[in-house]
């Protein structure tokens, strides 16, 4: 059988549309009704004599999950490799919609407080698998009349984690034959690797990030962040002040409010103390308690909303994310499937001698 060519192979659809004597206005129509409009397959190649060449899906959908509470959407995809994914679309009540991607299966940061990094599984997404769930994601819109507008990179996994995926992923969505997606309207969040957040700070300086922060007290932030041993805060804060002279603008800061650990008002004067001249844009973040960690518990709304107004009053920009699709496991730390957990286990019995 005749291997199928990616519709993001720039030589390999050149080569295509070479053999197949197409006119280069025909691969451009099919490209923008496919990656720019977001219309179905079978409008977007109903007049390219070569559609059955084309491979443009990389990711089989598994599930759909709405939520019932809120404008939020589980998107479930399978890999070849026959694992689990997640993506969520989220409907902001302003109109505004934004997807979250995920960039691997599992996450090896293990982080305490997510559900993603207690799946005892870590693998890259290439970058096709990366742009698939923007472009199943944009399909889905489309029918509903909405445009894609943000992309954030707080699904499954650590971006930094595969850097070289990341980066393709999104000279694609930035490239004007392809999604033509702003930088401007995409975000990365980390956990915090300092060397690889200013490498994408200077090779896209458009896009924006975000750090994992929760606390500024290293042993809290190793407790609940273990890959926090290996980068101290101080290289954090270096590099934030890296990135504000490279990329001119505020970097987020993720603080996860977690009830007797990182809330107190002592707490909030150290985050304000290692904050400052950094120019930034706090986001505290309520918890969605996830099986793994019975041990956390969320800050009473009263708690955070006190402090928030201890960090506006000085002086920094702040505010309180309020999570969408919780009834569906789609809010922040808990993308996980138990599928993968069984799938994983099974593949390792594959592998082992």
Partial sequence: MEKKVSIYDREGMEELRRVSRLDPQ?????RNRLLKRFCD??????DFPAADRLA???????????????GATKLLFRTDAGMLIESVVLRIATGRTTLCVSSQVGCAAACEFCA?????VAQNLSSE???????????LLATEDRKLRNIVFMGMGEPFHNEENLYRALELLADGELFHHPLTKILVSTVGIPDAMVRCAKRFPEVNQALSLHSVRQEVRERLI??????SLEELRQALGDLNRIQQKPVMIEYLMLAGINDTDEDAQRLIAWLDGLDVHVNLIPYNAIDDAPQLMATEQAERDAF??????????TTIRYSLGNDIAAACGQLVKKENRAIAAELSKEITP
């Fill in 116 to 120: 993603t990094g207690k799946m005892g």
């Fill in 226 to 231: 273990p890959l926090a041993k290996r980068y």
């Fill in 308 to 317: 928030a107004d201890v960090l506006k009053h000085a002086g920094l920009t």
């Fill in 129 to 139: 698998e990366i742009l698939d769930q923007v472009l199943q994601a944009g399909q």
């Fill in 56 to 70: 443009i899906h990389c990711l089989e959908m598994f599930r759909r999950c709405d939520s019932s509470i809120d």
């Fill in 41 to 46: 397959d079978s409008e977007a190649v109903e």
């Fill in 26 to 30: 025909v691969v451009r129509g099919m």
